[in-house]
């Protein structure tokens, strides 16, 4: 879908702080009827824009599963076809677009390995998906 205007993406950004947001509140912020809201989630629902609404646990929750990052290579112009298709996935935290050797980077978290080998089959018998490399999280070091 294209043609977001500056209400589509100021509702957006307040459904990805908090999906759960009532409709009068989402309302309220943006400024606008209740019944505005209602069509514009409609419509980007419709139009694919909102692939699905999914449950975010907390970086550092003991029982997170694993944390995984799937570089994708895409053959031919289907990247956005791919985003759409990943963004659809329960487990897939964020698709960063890329340079180089790889065209997406994808932030997955799935509750085990299992589940990640399932999630890799999916997205590796997408059509425009040419190869993929999967990386583990191990662990995480930060400065000070």
Not at 30 to 56: D, F, M, Q, S
């Amino acid at each position: 879908m294209t043609g977001l205007d500056e209400l589509d993406r100021q509702l957006l950004e307040l459904l990805r702080k908090n999906a759960r947001s009532s409709i009068a509140a989402l309302a309220k912020a943006l400024g606008v009827a209740r019944g505005t809201v209602t069509n514009r989630i409609a419509r980007l629902e419709a139009g694919g824009v909102i692939a699905g609404y999914t449950l975010r646990l907390r970086a550092d929750d003991a029982d997170s599963g694993i944390l995984a990052w799937v570089s994708i290579a895409i053959s031919g112009p289907q990247t956005r076809s791919v985003i759409t298709r990943l963004l659809a996935e329960p487990d897939v935290q964020a698709v960063h677009d890329t340079n180089g050797r790889w065209d997406l980077l994808a932030e997955v978290r799935t509750a085990d390995l299992a589940a990640l080998s399932r999630l890799l089959e999916r997205l590796r018998s997408l059509p425009a998906v040419s190869t993929t490399e999967t990386s583990i999280h191990l662990a995480t070091y930060r400065v000070g």
